[in-house]
């Protein structure tokens, strides 16, 4: 599972996060910033992060530190990416037996002709999480991934 910061950020966009909020019950932290929450047998990953402010007692003027609001990423799994693009297909496409093999067909004439949607530099390494989120946003919104943000494609 990718938790890079870079990876965080490409997740947090309107077009993944629909729909997504952490509720802010239960968990287990697998990094100071990242919760992993399970329901029944599926986890989700999520980034969080605090934001910390200072209030001064108009009293006695003691200060404390205080939570002034929380904002949580959502950090979909390959597997969840995947899902997301089979929910685009055509319903002849999503009942077909070989659906796997279509949407692993467009993946691969993606990444062997595109590969359009991350900034490519010689010897860069991306997780698959990233490769499929790029094609995600790429083949279904029109959108690559240009000086940390997405982008229409030609803007």
Known sequence: MDLTKEYIKQADCPEIQEGKVHDGVGGTWVSDEVILCTYGDVGSYYYVHDTIATRKCPQCGHEEEHIESTHSIWLPRQDELQAMYLKT?????????????????????????????????????VSMEQLWLAFLMRDKHNKVWVNDKWVMEGK
Request: glycine share 6%.
């Open 89 to 125: 297909l055509s319903v002849d496409e999503q009942e077909s037996s070989n659906v796997m093999v279509v949407m692993l067909d467009d993946f691969r004439d993606w990444v062997l002709n595109d590969c359009t949607g991350l900034e490519w530099s010689y010897g860069k390494r």
